[in-house]
């Protein structure tokens, strides 16, 4: 049961990361930007990029909605892009130690789950920048693979959790880090 739980979070990964991207670029005609190496993100506060809000279950795609880079050529990405990426998962961190945290332990009941479930939207959030910007790096020639796999592993915990909450209200926290 373990190895079929581990291939379907490989599989749901590689689906939200490639399908997402190849959707917002069709929509957008970003491919040959993209492809040139142009940057295709901007930065935004966390409020606009945060996704803890709404219901559990489809965080991943939600990351990949939000920051839509081609996982496919990851070195083309440009370092404005990598940098909204870096930038963009010390906020989320900061938001999980300096507003999650202290909200969970202030709440109770159902507005605790619905900032436990926030908070595990937003690590998603966190640990999926961080492993894109360790592979864009990668890609571009620093070998970093040990920390690639110590934080997939991470995020694959994350996202099993955020589905196995799936459906169940989920709440941001005011943060303007």
């Known amino acids: 049961m373990r190895f079929s739980t581990s291939f379907l979070l490989s599989g749901l990964l590689a689906t939200c990361l490639a399908a997402p991207v190849t959707e ?20 935004r506060s966390y409020a606009d990029f945060q996704i803890s809000d709404g219901v ?3 965080a991943m795609a939600e990351v990949m909605a939000k920051f839509p880079i081609d996982v496919n050529n990851l070195a083309s990405v440009s370092s404005a892009d990598q940098k909204v990426i870096s930038d963009a998962r010390q906020v989320a961190e900061s938001a999980e130690t300096d507003a999650f945290n202290p909200a969970i332990d202030a709440a109770s009941g159902d507005a605790a789950t619905a900032l436990q479930n ?16 360790l592979k864009i790096t990668q890609a571009q020639g620093t070998d970093n693979q040990a920390k690639i796999d110590q934080e997939q592993t991470k995020l694959d915990t994350n996202i099993a959790l955020d589905a196995k909450a799936a459906g169940q209200t989920s709440q941001s926290v005011q943060f303007d880090g």
């Open 24 to 43: 917002q670029k069709r929509k957008n005609g970003t491919a040959s930007a993209a492809a040139s190496g142009a940057s295709v993100l901007t930065v």
């Open 118 to 133: 926030g908070k595990i939207k937003n690590k998603v959030l966190k640990l999926c920048l961080e492993v894109m910007d």
């Open 56 to 58: 559990a279950g489809n």
